[in-house]
């Protein structure tokens, strides 16, 4: 991979015959477009794939959550990258082909120095509702305000789709109701969510809050 300064057009993205041309990090960036293999995956390959795939789709999901997250996090490196590698490292549990996800330890934002309140807690209602509620901590030393922004994603782990929270949620909005679609019901759903500051340049760790199996 290598660097290119743009001409008068200005930079491109895309494909121009065998060279691949993207901006990464802010610097525009070129390779050669990778040569398609006729050989049969190996089972190291196949392995290696399951596993990157896991880690890709729930980032994918979560895009936003970890843009905010993991913002500001040392090194060349962009939040999906710092999310995935972790996920790869340390929240891929069982054996290929039947990898599985340890939902309960994965966390979409770094260790920071808002605190995340007490009281966190999930619960199903009808109608494909969930109600998330939680309470403001207020004691000395730890950093919390109703102005704090609230992020969260509710992933069905049956079908691989997710819901998040809408822009403008805050601390102070608990409890809070999200709808699902009715082609959630009867299938599990992972809960987590994370506080930030409002200009994003604090954040909370995040809390897993169950999973829990959506009523008619």
Same mark, same amino acid.
């Given at each position: 991979?290598?660097?290119?300064?743009?001409?008068?057009?200005?930079?491109?993205?895309?494909?121009?015959? &065998?060279?691949?041309?993207?901006?990464?990090?802010?610097?525009?960036? $070129?390779?050669?477009?990778?040569?398609?293999?006729?050989? *049969?995956?190996?089972?190291?390959?196949?392995?290696?794939?399951?596993?990157?795939?896991?880690?890709?789709?729930?980032?994918?999901?979560?895009? %936003?959550?970890?843009? +905010?997250?993991?913002?500001?996090?040392?090194?060349?490196?962009? *939040?999906?990258?710092?999310?995935?590698?972790?996920?790869?490292?340390?929240?891929?549990?069982?054996?290929?082909?039947?990898?599985?996800?340890?939902?309960?330890?994965?966390?979409?934002?770094? %260790?920071?120095? #808002?605190?995340?309140?007490?009281?966190? =807690?999930?619960?199903?209602? *009808?109608?494909?509702?969930?109600?998330?509620?939680?309470?403001? %901590?207020?004691?000395?030393?730890? @950093?919390?305000?109703?102005? &704090?922004?609230?992020?969260?994603? #509710?992933?069905?782990? &049956?079908?691989?789709?997710?819901?998040?929270?809408?822009?403008?949620?805050?601390?102070? %909005?608990?409890?809070?109701? #999200?709808?699902? *679609?009715?082609?959630? $019901?009867? &299938?599990?759903?992972?809960?987590?969510?994370?506080?930030? =500051?409002?200009?994003?340049?604090? @954040?909370?760790?995040?809390?897993?809050?169950?999973? +829990?199996?959506? #009523?008619?």
């Amino acid at each position: 991979m290598g660097t290119y300064k743009p001409g008068v057009f200005g930079p491109f993205n895309g494909r121009v015959g &065998d060279v691949v041309a993207a901006r990464w990090k802010d610097v525009n960036v $070129v390779k050669n477009r990778p040569a398609k293999s006729s050989k *049969p995956a190996s089972i190291l390959q196949k392995d290696q794939r399951s596993r990157f795939g896991l880690g890709t789709t729930l980032a994918g999901h979560a895009a %936003d959550m970890i843009n +905010v997250g993991f913002r500001g996090m040392p090194g060349n490196v962009t *939040p999906a990258n710092i999310f995935t590698k972790q996920v790869l490292n340390n929240y891929i549990t069982g054996a290929y082909p039947d990898y599985v996800l340890d939902y309960p330890n994965i966390s979409f934002s770094r %260790d920071g120095n #808002l605190g995340l309140g007490t009281k966190l =807690s999930v619960q199903v209602l *009808p109608e494909q509702t969930l109600e998330l509620t939680w309470v403001m %901590d207020t004691k000395p030393g730890k @950093v919390t305000d109703a102005t &704090d922004k609230v992020h969260i994603l #509710l992933y069905n782990s &049956d079908k691989h789709k997710s819901v998040k929270s809408a822009d403008g949620l805050t601390r102070g %909005d608990s409890p809070v109701t #999200l709808y699902v *679609p009715g082609s959630f $019901v009867g &299938d599990q759903v992972h809960c987590w969510l994370f506080f930030s =500051s409002v200009k994003n340049k604090e @954040v909370s760790p995040t809390a897993y809050l169950g999973v +829990v199996t959506i #009523l008619i």
